[in-house]
């Protein structure tokens, strides 16, 4: 067999594929063209080292007891391989170095390089694995910040933060040699009991592609490649069971479900996506050709990878009965356009090698997707001469993965992500006329566990469960802890009452009479993150219903029966219904799993330090049944004013959050109010700060199409901006709304955009739309594809001046 070295090279005696000079496409099919098919194979698979390697308390077979951090973990740790034997020709991924048990930074480069030598000494030409990792809290790796959860990056509704964390995480990973980060999750949320809630931007398809493609373009900007997850229809499974079948059809899959993904990679410059687990109408998204090339590729001219998610492939033969084993799994997975199998090869081994040669299994195929990743490595710099394995990492003894900048941001993020549902009696603790209490009882078993505060893809709650007895590995103070720093002079006691699940009550009269001999309560309820069952939110993580977990409204119960007034701080991973909660709370405070600075965060706002910001991603049921009962619904599927005796009317509905000053949005002035349906139009608002505070207002505009050839929403979010406005402050915000803003999915399945009068609303939440205006698209109906209008701009004019009179 030829080596590099006796292979095509350039005049200057560089091998084609290794000369920068090239476009990226000749350096690709140069090293292709000399590839054999098990060389070529050989990169469509990946390998999980570490997965199942010893630690200080770990079980004595060496492997890392405690939950699972993937679906059908065992199966990969049972039949695990030698890294030298799993690249013998080669290797596509290397799934997780950094972030499948506690490692320094240091420590994870060292196994790095040692792991991209035996790869690049089982490839003939010295092609090094493309470095994975996950990235949905922070680098999820021991010591790195655990930032807000992604609904709490979707409560601030402010797409540039959101950039600017993706930059920040792109950053650290890229010093320790990763490439690949599988992040954002981009699914709407469409029953709130699924567990991966927290996971996700909300219940609407535009704000989760405003953000979605914020937080894609900071990583990728960072030089690491964002995945897109999970596509597509995950969050949709019947009674929201995690896997489950998705419950919808093609109209709701088009216009609700994929928008973000197309705006990731159109706006946000996405590089790669990850198959949805789940099954749409019977056909497993992992083997849909029309979801994974006839869209994605035909439709949309996404050039990336498309990769597995963990166990996908094998999942089609173990779990949906489509195929017979996992070697037929990967061959209609690779056939219908996916490129690359995580988190190890179990489908796309080398059964494809002799496949092609018994001419079951054509080439092309196989070089489709090689084609892929090997345009991703050379993008990369892997392939360029002076790349080194110790070179990739040269970062990582310097690199300090949970800075000074890194904290400031997570609190500034945690800070803005905070709603406030109502002051009621008690808020701000300060302020105001109001001094401190003299003793302060803080309950509740979210009060004293730093844990609460991270979501389920933080190192902490993601792995750490394998590894009893190991600190965090971040400073978190808990929300007590924050508490008694916000509060010097009062004297605070703690009871936590009972535990986040289960039934025990032993906790309650403690609680109940710290309670009653404090001036005035708070009690911190809600979730822990965990996975598969081991936690209340998070992956694998479902909810029968919207109740509070364990025992939690039991013990709110008792403490509202006490006569001291409780603030109620909810964190959690999901909205629970508080219909029973909030006529009794004297102030009632949502955070979303605000991360390690999230508990200063939460005090901040308690005190009236920091000012209420954060905004609604997902409503607030009055009651725990009746799901699922998001926003984006027709107009059956709202309140049905009788025809039905279940009221799905939220208690505080999308977009919604209090502040402790005061906003008015008035004075709407459209440019036009007929406009042809390839048309734009220009709405402005003024937006002042009536109040004695400066703040944060989320300015939203709504769209509802009177009549339509479907039944459309009674109102979808079509713009947003977040502005922060000075006491007696004003500015006017306009939205330019292009007729391509109005598009859905008719009735023979192509996207239009349909003559007639549409609905304009501004406000600051979907039930506080003040500002109205009608506007009339006049033409002939219009077929409207990739290259439509995604967006909608906004600028930003300070005071009263509106130069175009609009």
């Given at each position: 067999m030829p080596t590099a070295e006796s292979l095509p090279v350039t005049g200057r005696g560089t091998p084609r594929w290794r000369d920068p000079a090239l476009p990226v496409s000749d350096r690709v099919e140069a090293l292709m063209a000399e590839m054999t098919v098990a060389e070529k194979v050989a990169q469509l698979g990946s390998r999980w080292i570490g997965n199942a390697t010893a630690h200080p308390g770990e079980d004595g077979d060496g492997r890392a007891g405690g939950p699972r951090v993937a679906p059908i973990q065992e199966v990969f740790e049972s039949g695990s391989i030698p890294l030298a034997e799993a690249c013998r020709d080669g290797l596509g991924h290397l799934t997780r170095v950094y972030g499948s048990r506690p490692v320094t930074a240091v420590e994870g480069a060292a196994e790095l390089v040692s792991s991209q030598h035996t790869v690049l000494r089982g490839s003939r030409f010295g092609i090094p694995a493309l470095v994975h990792e996950e990235c949905l809290t922070g680098f999820t790796t021991y010591g790195a910040t655990v930032y807000p959860a992604a609904l709490a990056w979707a409560a601030t509704f402010d797409a540039d933060l959101v950039r600017r964390l993706g930059a920040a995480i792109g950053r650290d990973m890229r010093a320790v040699g990763v490439h690949q980060g599988l992040a954002p999750v981009l699914d709407v949320v469409r029953d709130y009991r699924w567990g991966r809630v927290e996971e996700t931007m909300g219940e609407d398809p535009y704000l989760v592609s405003m953000l979605g493609a914020a937080y894609v373009a900071g990583l990728e900007g960072a030089g690491v490649i964002a995945t897109l997850k999970h596509f597509a229809g995950y969050s949709a499974s019947r009674a929201a069971r995690n896997h489950g079948p998705a419950a919808l059809g093609r109209r709701e899959l088009t216009d609700v479900m994929l928008p973000p993904f197309e705006t990731a990679i159109a706006v946000g410059g996405a590089r790669s996506v990850m198959n949805a687990y789940s099954e749409v109408d019977g056909v497993p998204a992992g083997i849909d050709s029309w979801l994974l090339t006839d869209l994605l590729r035909g439709d949309w001219g996404f050039t990336g990878t498309v990769v597995s998610d963990y166990g996908a492939v094998a999942f089609l033969a173990g779990?949906?009965?489509?195929?017979?084993?996992?070697?037929?799994?990967?061959?209609?997975?690779?056939?219908?356009?996916?490129?690359?199998?995580?988190?190890?090869?179990?489908?796309?081994?080398?059964?494809?090698?002799?496949?092609?040669?018994?001419?079951?299994?054509?080439?092309?195929?196989?070089?489709?997707?090689?084609?892929?990743?090997?345009?991703?490595?050379?993008?990369?710099?892997?392939?360029?001469?002076?790349?080194?394995?110790?070179?990739?990492?040269?970062?990582?003894?310097?690199?300090?993965?949970?800075?000074?900048?890194?904290?400031?941001?997570?609190?500034?993020?945690?800070?803005?992500?905070?709603?406030?549902?109502?002051?009621?009696?008690?808020?701000?603790?300060?302020?105001?006329?109001?001094?401190?209490?003299?003793?302060?009882?803080?309950?509740?078993?979210?009060?004293?566990?730093?844990?609460?505060?991270?979501?389920?893809?933080?190192?902490?709650?993601?792995?750490?469960?394998?590894?009893?007895?190991?600190?965090?590995?971040?400073?978190?103070?808990?929300?007590?802890?924050?508490?008694?720093?916000?509060?010097?002079?009062?004297?605070?006691?703690?009871?936590?009452?009972?535990?986040?699940?289960?039934?025990?009550?032993?906790?309650?009269?403690?609680?109940?009479?710290?309670?009653?001999?404090?001036?005035?309560?708070?009690?911190?309820?809600?979730?822990?993150?965990?996975?598969?069952?081991?936690?209340?939110?998070?992956?694998?993580?479902?909810?029968?219903?919207?109740?509070?977990?364990?025992?939690?409204?039991?013990?709110?119960?008792?403490?509202?029966?006490?006569?001291?007034?409780?603030?109620?701080?909810?964190?959690?991973?999901?909205?629970?219904?508080?219909?029973?909660?909030?006529?009794?709370?004297?102030?009632?405070?949502?955070?979303?799993?605000?991360?390690?600075?999230?508990?200063?965060?939460?005090?901040?706002?308690?005190?009236?330090?920091?000012?209420?910001?954060?905004?609604?991603?997902?409503?607030?049921?009055?009651?725990?049944?009746?799901?699922?009962?998001?926003?984006?619904?027709?107009?059956?599927?709202?309140?049905?004013h009788g025809i039905s005796n279940i009221d799905p009317t939220p208690l505080f509905p999308f977009g919604y959050g209090r502040s402790y000053t005061a906003f008015a949005v008035d004075d709407l002035r459209v440019s036009a109010t007929d406009i042809p349906t390839d048309g734009e139009f220009v709405v402005s608002v003024r937006v002042r700060n009536s109040g004695a505070r400066a703040g944060h207002e989320v300015v939203q505009l709504y769209l509802r199409d009177v009549v339509a050839q479907v039944t459309r929403p009674v109102r979808q979010l079509a713009g947003f901006v977040p502005v922060r406005l000075e006491p007696g402050e004003s500015a006017r915000i306009r939205f330019h709304v292009h007729a391509d803003r109005t598009a859905f999915t008719g009735r023979d399945l192509r996207r239009i955009v349909e003559p007639g009068e549409v609905e304009v609303l501004v406000g600051t939440s979907s039930a506080d739309l003040p500002c109205r205006v009608a506007v009339r698209l006049t033409g002939p109906t219009r077929v409207v594809g990739h290259d439509r209008r995604l967006t909608t701009p906004v600028d930003r004019q300070q005071g009263e001046a509106d130069a175009d009179g609009r």
């Open positions: 779990m949906h009965g489509v195929a017979s084993d996992p070697e037929q799994a990967g061959v209609l997975a690779l056939s219908a356009g996916m490129d690359v199998e995580l988190p190890d090869t179990v489908g796309f081994g080398r059964h494809f090698v002799d496949r092609v040669a018994r001419g079951e299994l054509p080439e092309s195929l196989v070089d489709r997707a090689v084609r892929r990743l090997l345009t991703q490595k050379v993008e990369l710099g892997l392939l360029d001469p002076g790349w080194t394995p110790e070179g990739s990492v040269a970062a990582a003894a310097e690199v300090d993965l949970d800075s000074p900048e890194n904290r400031e941001l997570a609190g500034e993020l945690a800070e803005r992500s905070v709603v406030l549902l109502d002051e009621g009696s008690a808020l701000p603790l300060l302020g105001a006329g109001r001094t401190a209490p003299g003793r302060l009882a803080v309950i509740g078993p979210c009060a004293a566990d730093s844990r609460t505060l991270m979501g389920c893809y933080a190192f902490p709650n993601h792995v750490l469960p394998r590894h009893p007895g190991l600190a965090l590995g971040v400073a978190a103070p808990t929300v007590l802890d924050a508490l008694r720093r916000e509060l010097p002079d009062t004297e605070i006691v703690h009871e936590p009452g009972c535990d986040v699940s289960g039934g025990d009550r032993s906790g309650f009269a403690a609680a109940a009479d710290a309670a009653r001999e404090a001036d005035l309560c708070v009690a911190v309820v809600g979730d822990r993150a965990g996975m598969f069952g081991n936690g209340t939110s998070g992956e694998g993580c479902d909810a029968e219903d919207l109740r509070l977990p364990g025992v939690q409204a039991d013990l709110l119960a008792e403490l509202f029966a006490t006569g001291t007034p409780v603030v109620v701080v909810v964190v959690s991973g999901r909205p629970y219904a508080l219909g029973e909660v909030h006529p009794r709370a004297a102030g009632l405070v949502q955070a979303f799993m605000p991360g390690q600075e999230g508990a200063a965060a939460v005090a901040g706002v308690l005190s009236g330090r920091v000012q209420p910001a954060g905004k609604l991603p997902v409503q607030i049921p009055r009651r725990p049944g009746g799901q699922p009962g998001t926003y984006l619904q027709p107009p059956l599927g709202g309140n049905t």
